[in-house]
């Protein structure tokens, strides 16, 4: 597992050599990116004709409270 610094927090990028939950998912570090503008890019792609996705989690908890993340498409 690799890790990224994202929204002042550590993140570990989920790493599967094989299908694993949830899903079943194939999990690749490579879908996951930081852009030039600091924004976070999280890709579900092919490879080799498999779909592969991203999985993040911080490295500490965050305790209770109310998280928004903000979703957009690429492109728009």
């Given amino acids: 597992m690799g890790q990224i610094k994202f929204g002042?927090?550590?993140w570990e990028v989920r790493k599967s050599s094989g299908l694993?939950?949830?899903g079943p998912n194939i999990f690749d570090p490579?879908?996951?990116s930081l852009l030039?503008?600091?924004d976070l890019k999280l890709n579900v792609i092919p490879r080799d004709d498999i779909w592969t996705?991203?999985?993040l989690q911080t490295t500490e908890r965050l305790?209770?409270?109310t998280y928004q993340?903000?979703?957009r498409p690429?492109?728009?």
Wanted: aromatic share 8%; net charge neutral.
């Fill in 8 to 10: 002042n927090f550590q």
């Fill in 20 to 22: 694993s939950g949830p």
């Fill in 30 to 32: 490579g879908n996951v």
């Fill in 36 to 38: 030039p503008n600091g």
């Fill in 53 to 55: 996705c991203a999985e």
């Fill in 63 to 65: 305790g209770l409270g």
């Fill in 69 to 71: 993340f903000q979703l």
């Fill in 74 to 76: 690429l492109g728009r």
